[in-house]
């Protein structure tokens, strides 16, 4: 029932934007890049709007960073108009394409899509005439960021990172990873068809460099935000980072009753929505509880 769940909630997306939140269509990229005109892919709820100034209240653009099989789209429908709505400047970008896959974005090498990131930052940094950006990835765009920041130059231009079910430490998809053993050339085509996916595998040599010397960096303050219900990053606690100015937060914890699991912890749920707003000001940050909206 869970993945029928899982399943069906991968479609809303695309039945939202059929009942009518109107997108301007984005220019063509070139395979494994971002888009070169972020601004065209602006929505009409207001997000990506290049014209955009952070407030004296919101100092700071946020970058969303979508997951695996995700796009700049459908993965914010929910998230983007919530912190647009609070007077956020919001962007959001597409990463990791591979040649003739549209839409599903998140499968080139986790590396290279880190590099995009990089680019993309620096973009809206300028637009915004802004120092620092804070981000806030779902899935493997929570630990991506995490390789942006350590490897190419993240740190000095991130405040905050929240991550929405990141695979911080990778998953082993309740063990179904541990099969590919057992499959000669398995892991090979893996590697070579979809490397994003390789590398999110827990064990993996991105995620050994990743974590090694610690899970965390000097000046930028982490959020992680988890559901038990995770049927994608297993075991959930995977996704907790160890290590100065973190914060793991269990979704169920704030509210026992919430049953999300990781597609809906980044799509719809709004108890996750008001924590990482919380994450995103924390000096104004209010209890988050089930009524939380």
């Known amino acids: 029932m869970k993945l029928r769940w899982s399943r069906t909630l991968t479609l809303l997306p695309a039945l939202a934007l059929a009942l009518g939140v109107t997108t301007t269509p984005a220019a063509a990229a070139p395979d494994g890049e971002a888009s070169p005109h972020p601004s065209r892919n602006a929505v009409s709820s207001g997000w990506n709007n290049y014209s955009c100034k952070p407030s004296a209240a919101h100092p700071r653009p946020v970058i969303l960073v979508h997951g695996t099989l995700g796009n700049s789209i459908d993965n914010w429908l929910g998230l983007a108009p919530y912190l647009v709505a609070r007077g956020y400047c919001v962007f959001s970008l597409d990463y990791g394409r591979l040649p003739g896959v549209p839409f599903f974005h998140g499968l080139g090498a986790v590396d290279a899509s880190a590099r995009q990131l990089a680019a993309y930052v620096d973009r809206v940094l300028a637009a915004t005439g802004t120092r620092k950006a804070d981000l806030v990835g779902h899935s493997q765009g929570g630990m991506m960021s995490r390789v942006y920041l350590k490897f190419h130059g993240g740190a000095d231009k991130v405040n905050t990172l929240v991550g929405l079910a990141p695979d911080n430490h990778g998953t082993d998809l309740n063990g179904l990873t541990r099969l590919l053993d057992h499959f000669p050339g398995a892991k090979k085509y893996l590697h070579e068809l979809t490397p994003g996916l390789a590398d999110q595998i827990a064990g993996s040599d991105l995620l050994n460099r990743l974590n090694e010397g610690g899970d965390t960096l000097p000046g930028v303050h982490y959020t992680v935000i988890a559901t038990k219900y995770d049927e994608v990053v297993t075991p959930y606690r995977s996704a907790f980072l160890d290590g100065p ?39 104004h940050a209010t209890a988050t509880t089930c009524l939380s909206g």
């Open 245 to 283: 100015d973190v914060r793991n937060v269990v979704l169920q914890d704030l509210c026992a009753i919430d049953l999300s699991e990781h597609v809906a912890i980044g799509l719809i749920d709004r108890v996750a929505f008001h924590e990482t707003a919380n994450a995103l000001d924390p000096a």
